[in-house]
C-alpha cells in the first residue's frame, strides 16, 4: 500500500501538488462602501478595499489583507496572515494562527485583530 501524500498548508502544497490559496483569480477582491457579504474562503486570500465593509469568511482562507476604514471581517480559519492598513478596521478569527502585521497601529491608528472561541 501507498503511503498518504500530505498537505502541507504552509508550504501552500496539497496532496495533488496543487497550490493552496494561489494569489491568481481564486482570491477574493471586494472593493466598496457599505458591503455586507458572507464568502467562501476557498484556501485563498481575502482582500478587502474600502470603508464600512462588514465580511464574513467561512472555511479557511490563506490569509486577509485589509485597506481603507472602517472595515469588519470575521473569519473561520486564517492560515498565513492577517495584515491590516488604515484605521478603525476589525478582524475576528475563529481557527489558526496566522502572523499578524497591523500597518495602521504602526503609524498611530488604531485597529482590532483578535482571536475568538470558535
Known sequence: MAEPEICNPYAR??????????????????????VVDTIDCKNATLLINGANNRITA???????TMQGNG????????????TVYGWDQQVVYKNGSPAI?????????????SRVPA
Open 71 to 82: 472595515n469588519v471581517v470575521i473569519a473561520d480559519n486564517v492560515v498565513n496572515d492577517i
Open 13 to 34: 502544497q496539497c496532496a495533488d501538488n496543487g497550490i493552496v490559496g494561489g494569489h491568481d483569480a481564486a482570491d477574493t477582491h471586494i472593493t466598496g462602501i457599505g
Open 58 to 64: 467561512l472555511g479557511t482562507c490563506w490569509a486577509v
Open 101 to 113: 502585521l497591523d500597518r495602521g497601529h504602526e503609524l498611530g491608528m488604531t485597529n482590532s485583530i
